[in-house]
């Protein structure tokens, strides 16, 4: 992911959606070199992160403690 695809942010990593479906998020790579820290890969509308929503159900149930996702860190 670091040659095809598209970039939300100014990194040499790319995105590319119909990757990020089939590796849990991964595929949202230019993403993650944006925030790294965020657990939620996804930053805009027509982009889906699979992993977010069992990482946002175990936060509700008070089993991880993730770090700030992309939109609270901007």
């Not at 990020?20 to 992160?49: C, Y």
């Amino acid at each position: 992911c670091h040659y095809h695809g598209y970039r939300n942010f100014d990194n040499t990593a790319t995105n590319i959606r119909s990757i990020a479906l089939l590796t849990g998020g991964e595929g949202l790579h230019n993403n993650h070199h944006g925030f790294p820290r965020s657990p939620k890969f996804s930053f805009t509308k027509s982009e889906f992160d699979p992993a977010w929503p069992i990482i946002w159900l175990l936060t509700k149930l008070k089993l991880a403690h993730p770090y700030k996702t992309i939109k609270q860190s901007t």
